[in-house]
């Protein structure tokens, strides 16, 4: 017969349980307080309480209360406290000694998380002596900075949004339209380019993007991850202007076309002294070194284990796969109504809806008199 407790309500009841006597204002004026250099030899290992074939001594009692924060701690400077914290260790045992008694120390779930607490303590204990902090030398921190000075040293960075069209004339037209559109409302410059650019663009990707290239270095100096986006010349035109949301003063001609250039982003340049990166650099290579330690261990013990593996069962392993995602759904709308939906724009006084048709031309005015 299936048992009905599961590891799951185990775990909650195990830590209502150890939760137990915390609810009540602690009381003051103990004449004891609980700390290992406060015990004898002989006091370690009396025992406090015992439960069944289970006993829980003095030291094992300080250590399980030590074990919780230094506030949780201040709560139990009394002896009814104490009690009430040793009722939760009792109670715990209980429940411990019940889930053992009716099978759970077979459960798979438990033997695995046994094996998880086995693997931390052996980490955190055996293996935290295979390399310290101390290795680390100045030599070591010197060696690492200048290797990635990119992590400390970064010079100037603009970002840039540009829209794109193959010829001059009409560069020159749309840059003028913008520039209207922005006139009526500077503090919006960034919002009514973007929705200039996804409404004038050709290009599918410089809609959904807005003509957003991201940050790029200036040329000559320095590059970024999209550098390869950025013409020379569009870069060095973000870089001349002065303010973020400034328009280049005129189209920047390009392999690709002519490009609206505008400046949405800029960050300053710095530089982290080695003196100050020096912690940072110490802790980077115990990480790095400790990793490395592990899997020199790990590689050191395959070596000594035999280990067989059958690829076909591996193949045959069944991977549940992931939920899809779903885009943005108005509220109200039920995702099996069909495909999601782009939050409607905002819109740009000036600018026409997208997806909307020019407006017709009017039709000449009949002359006074009647027909010609």
Same mark, same amino acid.
């Given at each position: 017969?299936?048992?009905?407790?599961?590891?799951?309500?185990?775990?909650?009841?195990?830590?209502?349980?150890?939760?137990?006597?915390?609810?009540?204002?602690?009381?003051? !004026?103990?004449?004891?307080?609980?700390?290992?250099?406060?015990?004898?030899?002989?006091?370690?290992?009396? &025992?406090?309480?015992?439960? @069944? *074939?289970?006993? /829980?001594?003095?030291?094992?009692?300080?250590?399980?209360?030590?074990?919780?924060?230094?506030?949780?701690?201040?709560?139990?400077?009394?002896?009814?406290?104490?009690?009430?914290?040793?009722? %939760?260790?009792?109670?715990?045992?209980?429940?411990?000694?019940?889930?053992?008694?009716? !099978?759970?120390?077979?459960?798979?779930?438990?033997?695995?998380?046994?094996?998880?607490?086995?693997?931390?303590?052996?980490?955190?204990?055996?293996?935290?002596?295979?390399?310290?902090?101390?290795?680390i030398t100045d030599a070591d921190i010197e060696a690492y900075y200048t290797?990635?000075?990119?992590?400390?040293?970064?010079?100037?960075?603009?970002? /840039?949004?540009?829209? &794109?069209?193959?010829?001059?004339?009409?560069?020159?037209?749309?840059?003028?339209?913008?520039?209207?559109?922005?006139?009526? *409302?500077?503090?919006?410059?960034?919002? /009514?380019?973007?929705?200039?650019?996804?409404?004038?663009?050709?290009?599918?990707?410089?809609?959904?993007?807005?003509? *957003?290239?991201?940050?790029? !270095?200036?040329?000559?100096?320095?590059?970024?991850?999209?550098q390869a986006k950025a013409p020379p010349a569009v870069a060095r035109a973000?870089?001349?202007?002065?303010?973020? @949301?400034?328009?280049?003063?005129?189209?920047?001609?390009?392999?690709?076309?002519?490009?609206?250039?505008?400046?949405?982003?800029?960050?300053?340049?710095?530089?982290?002294?080695?003196?100050?990166?020096?912690?940072?650099?110490?802790?980077?290579?115990?990480?790095?070194?400790?990793?490395?330690?592990?899997?020199?261990?790990?590689?050191?013990?395959?070596?000594?284990?035999? /280990?067989?593996?059958? *690829?076909?069962?591996?193949?045959?392993?069944?991977?549940?796969?992931?939920?899809?995602?779903?885009?943005?759904?108005?509220?109200?709308?039920?995702?099996?109504?069909?495909?999601?939906?782009?939050?409607?724009?905002?819109?740009?006084? !000036?600018?026409?809806?997208?997806?909307?048709?020019?407006?017709?031309?009017?039709?000449?005015?009949?002359?006074?008199?009647? %027909?010609?």
């Amino acid at each position: 017969m299936r048992r009905t407790l599961t590891v799951a309500a185990l775990t909650a009841l195990t830590a209502l349980a150890a939760l137990a006597g915390c609810g009540d204002d602690a009381k003051k !004026g103990a004449d004891l307080t609980l700390a290992a250099g406060d015990l004898k030899d002989g006091e370690k290992g009396r &025992v406090v309480a015992r439960i @069944g *074939d289970e006993a /829980i001594t003095v030291e094992e009692f300080e250590a399980r209360l030590n074990q919780q924060s230094p506030f949780v701690r201040s709560r139990y400077d009394s002896p009814q406290r104490k009690k009430d914290f040793l009722d %939760s260790l009792v109670r715990f045992e209980l429940i411990a000694a019940e889930a053992e008694r009716q !099978g759970y120390g077979d459960d798979p779930d438990v033997k695995l998380a046994k094996k998880q607490a086995m693997v931390r303590a052996f980490t955190t204990g055996e293996l935290r002596d295979l390399v310290s902090l101390s290795d680390i030398t100045d030599a070591d921190i010197e060696a690492y900075y200048t290797a990635n000075e990119g992590e400390f040293v970064r010079p100037a960075q603009v970002r /840039i949004a540009h829209l &794109v069209v193959p010829d001059e004339a009409q560069a020159q037209a749309l840059l003028a339209e913008v520039r209207g559109l922005i006139a009526a *409302d500077p503090l919006k410059a960034r919002a /009514i380019f973007a929705e200039f650019v996804r409404l004038r663009a050709t290009d599918e990707q410089a809609r959904l993007d807005a003509g *957003d290239i991201g940050f790029v !270095g200036e040329p000559g100096v320095s590059k970024t991850d999209n550098q390869a986006k950025a013409p020379p010349a569009v870069a060095r035109a973000a870089f001349d202007l002065k303010a973020v @949301g400034d328009l280049a003063p005129a189209p920047v001609k390009s392999s690709a076309g002519w490009h609206l250039v505008q400046k949405t982003g800029f960050r300053r340049p710095y530089r982290r002294e080695l003196s100050d990166a020096a912690t940072r650099i110490r802790n980077t290579l115990f990480r790095q070194r400790k990793a490395e330690a592990m899997e020199a261990f790990v590689q050191d013990l395959r070596g000594k284990a035999t /280990i067989t593996i059958d *690829d076909a069962a591996l193949e045959a392993v069944k991977v549940s796969p992931a939920p899809p995602k779903r885009g943005f759904l108005p509220p109200g709308v039920d995702p099996a109504d069909g495909p999601a939906q782009r939050p409607a724009r905002r819109r740009i006084p !000036g600018l026409p809806p997208p997806g909307a048709r020019p407006p017709r031309p009017a039709p000449d005015p009949k002359p006074a008199g009647g %027909s010609p």
